[in-house]
């Protein structure tokens, strides 16, 4: 099948630092890449999405890069603090399937005091 | 509003026994779908429905049958559960046509014997 390759699987950072976790995608009909934070024992929780039509978007102190040509996507957060501490996973739309998503394997992000 | 719901949290099953999991979404969404997650693998989809009546198959189907009941529930059912099930399942639900976010269901956490 399609697949979202996502790295690192793991990334720590200090506290104010920055964090930054690149996706690639293999389905050139993919054009919904959507972003989810799942804290331990949680639901994925949607954090920022970002449309084919749109190369960047920002939202406070995350933002979503997207270029379509080369089929990568990336999370970027800045002055991360320890509640950002948590496992983030991309995914982008499989095509002819309406909008179910194809998963990157997720990033377990540690943010340290 | 309860969002999406899901029945039952955690279900301990015997190799070769049958279940159903639940869900429910009172958010008037047409769109349903049912992932699970096991550890390092991310979310892989199951089944999804696009609309009421519709239903088909996702990454990794084998061992699974849903019903799309009516527009508000899509249960998945275990005919016969095997060990490789175990995991925890989420429950998914968007609006397609007007926003793409997928809000997700607690999970199901299943332990099959």
């Known amino acids: 099948g399609e697949n979202v390759e996502q790295h690192p699987s793991t990334l720590s950072v200090q506290e104010g630092d920055s964090a930054v976790i690149k996706c690639t995608y293999s389905?050139?009909?993919?054009?919904?890449f959507p972003w989810y934070k799942q804290e331990l024992g949680k639901r994925p929780q949607l954090i920022i999405d970002?449309?084919?039509?749109?190369g960047e978007k920002k939202d406070q102190r995350i933002a979503v890069t997207l270029n379509k040509t080369a089929k990568h996507f990336s999370l970027h957060i800045t002055e991360t603090q320890p509640e950002d501490s948590a496992v983030y996973f991309c995914a982008a739309t499989l095509s002819n399937s309406g909008y179910a998503l194809n998963f990157g394997k997720g990033t377990s992000l540690l943010v340290t005091p | 509003n309860a969002g999406v719901t899901q029945t039952p949290k955690f279900q301990v099953l015997k190799t070769g026994q049958s279940m159903t999991l639940q869900c429910a979404q009172d958010m008037n969404h047409n769109s349903m779908y049912w992932y699970r997650q096991d550890p390092g693998m991310g979310l892989r989809l199951i089944y999804y429905?696009?609309?009421?009546?519709?239903?088909d198959k996702g990454e990794v189907p084998n061992g699974y049958n849903v019903s799309r009941l009516n527009k508000r529930e899509f249960s998945l059912r275990l005919e016969s559960a095997a060990p490789s099930q175990t995991s925890v399942y989420f429950c998914?639900?968007?609006?397609?046509?007007?926003?793409?976010?997928?809000?997700f269901g607690p999970g199901t956490r299943l332990l099959v014997l």
């Open positions: 389905d050139s009909a993919s054009n919904y």
């Open positions: 970002i449309r084919s039509n749109v």
């Open positions: 429905s696009a609309s009421e009546g519709t239903t």
């Open positions: 998914a639900t968007s609006l397609v046509g007007a926003e793409e976010t997928q809000y």
